[in-house]
């Protein structure tokens, strides 16, 4: 066939013309060439609305069947369980024989110490001397238990030269960079744990690593409930984007209110505004420690430090708001109520 300036035009194609049926709602229709002397001109072909012939059923236009998404998140029951499992550990340490608990912290803070190391070795090609440092772990924890502030600080100390020696056995590049992440290490895990084990060193240490233990939960927990149910602006978006000013506000009230309670009844010669100080520094410091080990986790590029508990990550992703939080708790302490 021709057109009109002698150019051939295309034949119609017969698979897209048998492909032509009764068509509904506003479709495209293929254009049809009927032959002539002429040009030839589409003629767009005309179609009654369909019917249902008999015996015969009408396709039914069904809605574009979206997928549905998957919740993000942790295993909710596997979370649950082990943080009961945590709990009842906990409790049957402190109050059957208390120097039990002292093995439950040392084995966190080895864990911790093994998890952290780790991620720096995967990620960032980090060495830091291992050994020196579950070493060093355990005499800041057993100083600080059986001798006090000044022996886990001197623990510190040698175990700080401990794994600058340690590293000399290999080559000296990054030999900076791996002692730095050693120290750091040793101070950030163990050396912060050990305040947990000066508090339960105390007459009352079971009931003050109660406290301390309950006003970090709550203010975890505030700032959950209150941040999802009323949180808009955020706290540290580059850093935590799920945190809020609100939940941070929910966290605070919590915490204080654990604090006067229990600073009030539990605590012997405590006082509820005491309690309110402590509770409101705990949640301070433990939103702290939960950006800064976020902060870590995002410049490894890694969602959690381990796997170690099902539904919660690792030892360390369960540590970051305790371990920052122990000084202050211990040191507040301290100083109402005496060591």
């Known amino acids: 066939m021709h057109d009109a300036s002698g150019r051939r035009s295309p034949a119609p194609d017969s698979s897209a013309a048998g492909d032509l049926g009764p068509q509904t709602g506003h479709s495209q229709q293929l254009p049809v060439y009927r032959p002539g002397p002429s040009a030839q001109t589409p003629v767009m072909p005309h179609h009654p609305t369909p019917t249902s012939a ?55 803070v080895l864990v911790g110490v093994w998890e952290l190391t780790s991620r720096l070795a995967e990620r960032k090609e980090i060495s830091t001397p291992l050994v020196p440092l579950l070493a060093g772990s355990l005499a800041m924890l057993g100083a600080g238990y059986w001798a006090g502030p000044q022996w886990a600080a001197a623990a510190l100390a040698l175990t700080g030269l401990a794994v600058m020696i340690w590293r000399m056995s290999e080559p000296p590049e990054n030999y900076l960079r791996d002692i730095t992440a050693g120290i750091f290490t040793a101070f950030y895990v163990p050396f912060l744990a050990t305040f947990v084990v000066m508090m339960l060193a105390a007459d009352d240490g079971p009931r003050r690593i ?51 309670l229990l600073m009030q009844y539990v605590i012997d010669d405590g006082t509820w505004w005491q309690g309110l100080i402590l509770g409101g520094c705990a949640a301070v410091t433990a939103t702290l420690g939960d950006l800064a080990e976020s902060m870590i986790k995002r410049d490894l590029g890694i969602k959690d430090m381990g796997t170690l508990l099902p539904g919660h990550g690792g030892i360390m992703d369960r540590l970051d708001s305790l371990l920052p939080t122990a000084p202050v708790v211990w040191l507040l302490l301290a100083a109402f109520v005496g060591s």
């Open 54 to 108: 008999p015996g015969q059923e009408t396709a039914v236009a069904q809605p574009d069947q979206q997928p549905r998404k998957q919740r993000g998140g942790r295993n909710l029951q596997a979370a649950i369980g082990v943080g009961l499992g945590l709990g009842a550990v906990i409790v049957a340490s402190l109050f059957v024989v208390k120097v039990l608990f002292l093995f439950v912290v040392a084995a966190a």
């Open 210 to 260: 109660l406290l301390f233990l309950i006003v970090t939960i709550c203010s975890d927990t505030g700032a959950y409930a209150v941040g999802y149910k009323f949180g808009k602006n955020k706290l540290a978006p580059t850093i935590s984007p799920g945190k809020t000013r609100e939940g941070l506000a929910g966290g605070i009230g919590l915490s204080m209110i654990a604090g006067a």
